[in-house]
């Protein structure tokens, strides 16, 4: 018997017409590691809070959804909090407490653990998880990275029989995610918890997984093993836009060349490696001819000198740094997470004032900000009253509106929106102001490849046609696609500055997928489109 069933179930929200779930059959066995992707807004939070009886949405159930044969909105109080824990997308949406040993704590408190073995639980975990030098830290000087390893721990102090993971690397850097998502390898491995994960970042997690399922428009499309979906999928024009970058060149070999369509399909990059070595040097050739550079010579709109910043006295944030975003710039910050990206864009939009130093922008020049947050954006009932708000005889509304898809969207309210249905609300507000620079902290978080995909399309052509972008992100694929300048933050300063492609080829962990595929082959490709370009593939 399957530890967790839905069996004929279907869901739909107490004010919507139709479901957001349909007919959804699906078995999950005692340690298995199931990942559940799909288009944003497809039903993938709704599937999730569904298995949570504390977290149950309103509305309208047929069919049931049952944990270790019983129901889950039957289930005992105490079974359902500690044996199915939840960990939300936003670190900050699961922190009640003010310090990391509160936070730990708390659950254990509320359960009346005697203050021994409260102890002892908390003891063996913060020497599992290495997390001796936060432990009496406040919450509020947390990376994001950190925050979501103590939610973690908060979850698994109470020993809990299955995690479900609702996009918990959407606010990690590329490292800090490799960190997140190897524990949660180890507890499905070596203590066989099961995982049930939703995301979109799927090149470090199909590896990972027993089973894919991918829902759309509410029903199961696939339900199988990562390799078998991968095979099904690869054809689709829709659907194949989901899977994992060493799928996707794998494809293209494929497609241009039937005969190497006998080699397996790689899921990582040890097996793509192989797979490449595998292939004929006639077909992939090792000279690379590709050339990016940075344009420096534009005219300055907001110059940044000798700028220091601390939220805390004597704990600098941000030291000695200097920056001119010119004129047709696309250009991104990443870094780790707690580097000071974000207090970098902030201070670059006067949002708040540096400690010491200078910030001056041109005359007049015009700023539209976007957090990355997008519920701080939203003070009406529906998303229509948003973006009408001050733009009423905006030409350019229906034509956002109908780019960004987001037509059936205008009568919802913004919260009951899926993150990435916010994210892209937020950036047509932001649009609407006719802005001379855009600024965007992690644009794609939460968006689906399709959404990010509509999201590149039309940023680029606004930047083609004179709009300034600077952004915070941690899609290094987003950058290296779209972005004409990057810069890294190191030690609260700036440590690089060139082209997005230059920095990627140099390095070998903070880097593309892509790039770690082919970088024995060709030295300079940082896209699929750098591989296919060079390769002559279609």
């Known amino acids: 018997m399957a530890l967790i069933e839905f069996n004929n179930f279907s869901f739909k929200y107490n004010e919507s017409e139709d479901n957001i779930l349909s007919d959804i059959n699906l078995e999950v066995e005692s340690g298995d590691f199931v990942l559940i992707c799909g288009p944003s807004g497809c039903g993938k939070t709704t599937l999730l809070s569904n298995l949570k009886k504390e977290l149950l949405p309103n509305g309208i159930r047929s069919g049931d959804v049952k944990y270790d044969n019983c129901s889950v909105g039957d ?19 699961q922190i009640v407490t003010d310090s990391v040993i509160q936070e730990i704590a708390f659950p254990l408190e509320n359960i009346g653990t005697p203050n021994e073995e409260k102890r002892n639980r908390i003891s063996e975990l913060v020497s599992f998880f290495g997390i001796n030098e936060i432990l009496h830290k406040n919450v509020d000087e947390l990376s994001n990275g950190q925050k979501q390893l103590v939610n973690l ?5 109470l020993r809990p029989k299955v995690l479900i993971l609702d996009e918990p690397l959407s606010q990690l850097d590329p490292i800090t995610s490799y960190k997140i998502l190897s524990i949660i390898r180890r ?5 066989s918890i099961t995982i049930i994960m939703s995301e979109h970042q799927l090149d470090n997690i199909f590896p990972l997984c027993d089973k894919v399922v991918f829902l759309n428009n ?30 996707k060149i794998y494809k293209l070999l494929v497609d241009n060349n039937p005969s190497l369509a006998n080699l397996d399909i790689p899921l990582n990059i040890r097996e793509a490696r192989r797979f490449l070595n595998k292939v004929p040097s006639d077909i992939i050739t090792s000279s690379c001819n590709l050339e990016f ?16 910043f601390a939220y805390e006295k004597h704990n600098l944030i941000i030291k000695n740094l200097n920056f001119d975003l010119r004129k047709g710039d696309y250009a991104a910050i990443v870094g780790s997470n707690g580097c000071g990206k974000s207090t970098l864009l902030q201070i670059l939009t006067g949002l708040i004032d540096p400690i010491k130093g200078k910030v001056k922008s041109k005359k007049d020049l015009s700023v539209a900000y976007v957090h990355q947050n997008p519920m701080i954006h939203f003070s009406h009932d529906t998303v229509k009253e948003e973006l009408v708000e001050d733009n009423e005889n905006n030409s350019n509304f229906k034509n956002l509106v109908e780019f960004f898809q987001i037509e059936d969207l205008l009568n919802q309210h913004p919260y009951d929106c899926s993150g990435g249905e916010q994210q892209k609300i937020v950036i047509v507000k932001a649009l609407l102001k006719n802005p001379d620079v855009l600024v965007l902290d992690e644009p794609t978080k939460c968006l689906d490849p399709i959404s990010s995909k509509i999201i590149s399309d039309k940023l680029k052509t606004l930047h083609n046609e004179g709009l300034t972008i600077i952004m915070v992100s941690h899609d290094l694929d987003f950058v290296a696609n779209n972005c004409n300048r990057c810069l890294m933050l190191f030690d609260k300063t700036i440590q690089v500055d060139n082209h997005p492609k230059n920095i990627f080829v140099e390095n070998n962990f903070y880097t593309t997928f892509v790039n770690r595929m082919v970088k024995d082959h060709l030295n300079c490709a940082v896209t699929i489109g750098d591989v296919a370009q060079i390769w002559n593939l279609k």
């Open 75 to 93: 289930l005992d109080d105490l079974v359902s909090a500690c044996d199915i824990g939840y960990l939300f997308q936003n670190p900050d949406a």
């Open 153 to 157: 721990c908060s979850l698994l102090v």
């Open 293 to 308: 550079s940075y344009d420096s010579s534009n005219e300055t709109l907001i110059k940044m000198k000798n700028v220091y």
């Open 218 to 247: 509410g029903q199961i499309e696939f339900n199988d093993n990562p390799r078998d979906v991968c095979k099904n999928m690869k054809d689709d024009m829709v659907y194949g836009h989901f899977l994992p970058s060493v799928c």
């Open 187 to 191: 507890l499905n491995e070596e203590f």
